[in-house]
């Protein structure tokens, strides 16, 4: 109810109608705060308004009142869950592409967004009717793109100015959709701004921090009114508030939210797959620089050599493909970190970027 009274009712909420409270209203009321009139269509000074007094930014919400607009007078669940099912299809293929661009392959890929595709959480983000699918798809494709350019600066492949124009406009409808997304990308940016220092790309990072705070100071002066949400509103405030509290349970509540993430994600085997997935990498550590085990299959027989690789010169070497999943666990595991820190309680909503 509250979405659609944002995206269509002039007045914000029908629960500050005078005489509603502890009184019958008539089904007209709701009918006109949830649908969008016909006079109304496509009027986006209503949303825009709306979420000045509202918490959050107002780009979801002109989706919302767009899909409505085409419908004037008419409500349904559809109009709200559509837009959603558009955002999780677009989250599917861009995780597939993420994939494809580290491992290099296809089945492996198609996997891996099949399992986020057909989870409870992706579900759940379809049906619930908040800008969360959309912060979900921007996420993905922010660190698709940091993936991509990556893998472009390792092959030499000269960047365009468009990879940095894409920067910008994702960042920036990211941010105008959900403020979390700024949470999500000081760290995605931040790992990605070591990486080109570490590079010495001084070109490449000039344009770079250009495009990303050139997208900071787009959305702001979109919407002047994000500064008063995110310092003084009454979830900035809370936020800030804990996160210089020590006694907010921070433990307890990140137990939650892993039991969150494993329930959406793993139907509750988070703990299982983890434990199976820590033993195989030490079976790979101990195969690649003590025993190294090598199989060989000659003349229909399977031969298993066992080397002990002491005499050869030793070393670490990690790979481009390892690093980056590496830097986006990491980026994974700071974004869980601070919202479990922030947020004022743990709900899946928080996390479904993740």
Known sequence: MFTYELANYPNSFIAQTPGFMESWQPGTLYHEALSVDPTERFDYSIPYHNQEID???PLYYFVIHTIC???????????????????????????????????????????????????????????????????????????????????????????????????????????????????????????????????????????????????????????PRMIFHLFQGTRGSEALLNLGNNSNGFQEHLSEVFSIISQALMNGWLKEIFILGLVIFI?????????????????????????????????????LEAGTVFCLTAVSLGYILFIVKIAPYQTIRYYMCI
Not at 287 to 308: E, G, P, S, W
């Open 55 to 57: 918490v959050h930014p």
């Open 69 to 223: 607009s085409l419908f004037p007078g008419f409500f349904s669940k559809w109009l709200g869950i559509i837009p959603n099912l558009i955002f999780c299809a677009l989250t599917t293929f861009f995780l597939y592409l993420l994939a494809l661009k580290i491992s290099n392959k296809p089945y492996l890929s198609l996997f891996i967004s099949a399992v986020w595709a057909f989870s409870i959480g992706a579900t759940t983000s379809a049906l619930f009717i908040r800008m969360y699918a959309m912060l979900t798809f921007f996420c993905v494709l922010l660190a698709y793109l940091h993936v991509k350019t990556t893998y472009q600066i390792f092959d030499r492949t000269p960047l365009k100015n468009r990879t940095f124009i894409l920067f910008g406009l994702c960042t920036m409808l990211g941010i105008l959709t959900q403020y979390y997304f700024l949470i999500f990308c000081f760290f995605l940016c931040g790992v990605f701004f070591l990486f080109l220092l570490i590079k010495k790309q001084w070109k490449i990072l000039r344009a770079y921090v250009l495009a990303e705070f050139g997208a900071i100071l787009a959305s702001v002066l979109f919407f």
């Open 283 to 319: 079976i790979y550590l101990i195969n690649q620089y003590f025993l190294h085990i090598t199989v060989q299959c000659a003349d229909k027989n399977l031969r298993i050599y066992f080397h002990r690789p002491f005499d050869q010169p030793s070393g670490l070497t990690i790979s």
